[in-house]
Structure formats: structure tokens, C-alpha cells
């Protein structure tokens, strides 16, 4: 049976607001000031010690903000850094929680002229904010950077992109493989759209609802995938789809921006794969069952890690896309070992 965390938790938790020039003039409407959750660890007023920062990239449809709450027969992440830090199994770190969230229900934390520039709002914003305002180690050897579902694509894609700002990343579950976790969903995403006239008729029709149901997770999942992916900003919202909205047929021109972005085609860039190298630490996982495919895409693309020779460390284990923030146990001790044993720089 699972257990409750019942301690309150040890360490502090203050929020910080940055207003980001990087998220300014989003064609959404989104605001460019975002809340920032900071857990500091027991000991944090009562020292000099600098600590690592652990960044929590939260997964579609959440936001950073959440991983603060009480959670039934589990834990909050300040409780679980709190554990681990206690039991020796990592040292003290400081969490970082930011509130991504989007009117299209989340992003993939990359550059969107639909949605905001995330990857400069993650990669200079914060750091930036962060090692003014706290004792912070300095640079890319004293950062990590993880996430579940969307978060752990934020977080390799981060990587792949920006080991000049990040030391080390944990992707659980990170979309990879988009010709198989995106696009058999397509005909889904019509039919939902059919019935309120097309993006705009179906958007108008969500936010004037009282509530969301689980019927639109996915058509939403997917404009905010093609808001991020390939924008548009004359479009509604910014979306534009990779397929004809009558007869689903894909357009490939359009259909090759997204995968432009797809790890297991990005994987295959040289300059792609020198980021990797310069990670002291790159962590992946997958439930052996998820519902979403995601263990597909984590095992084709650790084959192509292996044959490049890029270090990482791959897990899979028996469960399926849900409720397995049990994995960061694992993933972020691993993190702080790869970042206490890293050189400066």
C-alpha cells in the first residue's frame, strides 16, 4: 500500500515574481510575469553554503506551482526533498518551481511566437534571477534540470540545446518519436474540432465552459503541441495543423517543421550531440506500459545515444505514463551526484 507523508516540510518555500522580456508579445495574450516557487533547504538562513539548483519542469496541463500542494498517499516535492536530503540519499539542493502554464493548457519549453519564448525564459531569465537573489553555485555545474511527460522533453531538449547553461537533465517520459506519439491522433483531433466548426470554434466553445473534461486533454494536448512546434502567429491562437482539416492527409512540409523538433531526429545533429557530451549527467526513463508510447521513443532514441557514444543513463520500469513521481527518487540523487562530482564550467 502506498504511504503518506505526513511531516511538514523542513526546508522553506518563498515565491518570487520575473516579469520576462523573453515572454512578452505572445500572440496568446499569455502574461510575461510568471510566479516562481523556490524551496530552500534546513539550513539555508543559518549558513554561507551555496547549493545547486534543481529546476521541476512541469508536465501539459500542470505547472510548477502544483508540485508545492498536499498529495493523498504521497508526498509534495518540498516533503520528498526534504526525505531525500535527510536520508543521505542526495544533498541539499534548492528547488526551483516555475508556473509555465499557458491558455492552451501548458508549452514544450521551447522559443514560440504563439506561446513565448520559454527556452530563453528558462535558460536566462531565471538563472539570472536566481543567482541575484540567492546563494546559488554559479554557472552550469551547479544547475539540473528535470521533468515528467512534457517536462522531461523540455528538460533533453534543454539539454540538446543549452549545456552552456544547464550541468546536468532527467527526462521521464519525454516525447520522443512524434511520427508515433502525435500523429496516428490526428483523425481524434479533427472530429473534436468538426463539431465546433474548426481551432477557433473549438477554442471559443472550451474557454466559455464551466469546466474541462477528460474528452479535451488530447484535441488541446495537440494545439498547444502545434502552437509550440510550428506557430503561426496570423492564426488563431497561433495554431496551425500539420494536416488538411478535411481529409487528414499530411502536409510534409509542414509536418518536417515539427520534426525538427523531435529528439530522435535532433539526436542526430553534431552540434546536438556535443551538448549531450558536455552534460556531467543525462537521465532517461519510461514505464515499460505507458499509454502514450513514450518507452518507444526512449528506446530508440538511448540506441542512438549508445551509437553516438553519448553518455547517459537509460531505466525502464513496470508501469504505465501515471503518477510515478516515485522515479524521482531515483533520477535526482543521480542528478546531484552527477553535479557534486562536476568541474566548474
Given at each position: 500500500m502506498p504511504t503518506h507523508n505526513y511531516a511538514q516540510p523542513r526546508g522553506t518555500t518563498v515565491t518570487i515574481e520575473i516579469d520576462s522580456p523573453a515572454l512578452a508579445a505572445n500572440v496568446i495574450g499569455?502574461?510575461?510575469?510568471?510566479?516562481?516557487a523556490v524551496y530552500l533547504p534546513e539550513g539555508y538562513d543559518r549558513g554561507n553554503e551555496r547549493y545547486p539548483i534543481f529546476v521541476d519542469l512541469a508536465g501539459y496541463s500542470s505547472s510548477g506551482l502544483k508540485r508545492l500542494g498536499w498529495t493523498g498517499?504521497?508526498?509534495?516535492?518540498?516533503?520528498?526533498?526534504?526525505?531525500?536530503?535527510?536520508?543521505?540519499?542526495?544533498?541539499?539542493?534548492?528547488?526551483?518551481?516555475?508556473?509555465?502554464?499557458?491558455?492552451?493548457?501548458?508549452?514544450?519549453?521551447?522559443?514560440?511566437?504563439?506561446?513565448?519564448?520559454?527556452?530563453?525564459?528558462?535558460?536566462?531569465?531565471?538563472?539570472?534571477?536566481?543567482?541575484?537573489?540567492?546563494r546559488v553555485k554559479p554557472g552550469r555545474a551547479g544547475r539540473a534540470l528535470f521533468g515528467h511527460s512534457s517536462g522531461g522533453y523540455g528538460a533533453l531538449v534543454h539539454g540538446m540545446r543549452r549545456a552552456d547553461v544547464w550541468g546536468a537533465v532527467g527526462c521521464h517520459a519525454g516525447d520522443c518519436n512524434f511520427d508515433l506519439?502525435?500523429?496516428?491522433?490526428?483523425?481524434?483531433?479533427?472530429?473534436?474540432?468538426?463539431?465546433?466548426?474548426?481551432?477557433?470554434?473549438?477554442?471559443?466553445?472550451?474557454?466559455?465552459?464551466?469546466?474541462?473534461?477528460?474528452?479535451?486533454?488530447?484535441?488541446?494536448?495537440?494545439?498547444?503541441?502545434?502552437?509550440?512546434?510550428?506557430?503561426?502567429?496570423?492564426?488563431?491562437?497561433?495554431?496551425?495543423?500539420?494536416?488538411?482539416?478535411?481529409?487528414?492527409?499530411?502536409?510534409?512540409?509542414?509536418?518536417?517543421?515539427?520534426?525538427?523538433?523531435?529528439?530522435?531526429?535532433?539526436?542526430?545533429?553534431?552540434?546536438?550531440?556535443?551538448?549531450?557530451?558536455?552534460?556531467?549527467?543525462?537521465?532517461?526513463?519510461?514505464?515499460?506500459?505507458?499509454?502514450?508510447?513514450?518507452?518507444?521513443g526512449a528506446r530508440a532514441l538511448v540506441?542512438?545515444?549508445?551509437?553516438?557514444?553519448?553518455?547517459?543513463?537509460?531505466e525502464e520500469f513496470p508501469d504505465d505514463h501515471s503518477n510515478t513521481s516515485y522515479r524521482l527518487d531515483v533520477s535526482l540523487p543521480y542528478l546531484w551526484r552527477a553535479l557534486d562530482g562536476a568541474g566548474p564550467g
Open positions: 499569455d502574461p510575461s510575469s510568471r510566479a516562481v498517499f504521497g508526498e509534495s516535492m518540498p516533503q520528498r526533498l526534504d526525505r531525500l536530503i535527510a536520508s543521505g540519499a542526495m544533498g541539499p539542493v534548492i528547488g526551483v518551481f516555475p508556473d509555465c502554464f499557458t491558455a492552451l493548457g501548458g508549452n514544450q519549453y521551447i522559443n514560440s511566437s504563439a506561446l513565448g519564448q520559454w527556452e530563453d525564459f528558462l535558460a536566462e531569465d531565471l538563472p539570472a534571477r536566481l543567482e541575484r537573489e540567492f506519439v502525435y500523429r496516428p491522433d490526428f483523425p481524434k483531433l479533427l472530429t473534436a474540432l468538426a463539431r465546433h466548426g474548426g481551432i477557433e470554434g473549438y477554442l471559443k466553445a472550451f474557454a466559455a465552459s464551466p469546466k474541462w473534461g477528460g474528452g479535451d486533454h488530447l484535441p488541446l494536448m495537440l494545439l498547444a503541441m502545434a502552437a509550440s512546434y510550428d506557430p503561426d502567429p496570423s492564426a488563431f491562437m497561433g495554431v496551425r495543423l500539420p494536416v488538411d482539416p478535411h481529409t487528414c492527409e499530411l502536409d510534409a512540409e509542414a509536418w518536417a517543421r515539427w520534426l525538427r523538433w523531435d529528439p530522435l531526429r535532433m539526436v542526430e545533429a553534431p552540434e546536438v550531440q556535443a551538448n549531450l557530451r558536455r552534460l556531467h549527467g543525462l537521465f532517461i526513463d519510461a514505464g515499460s506500459r505507458d499509454q502514450f508510447l513514450a518507452h518507444f540506441r542512438r545515444l549508445s551509437a553516438h557514444g553519448i553518455p547517459h543513463v537509460y
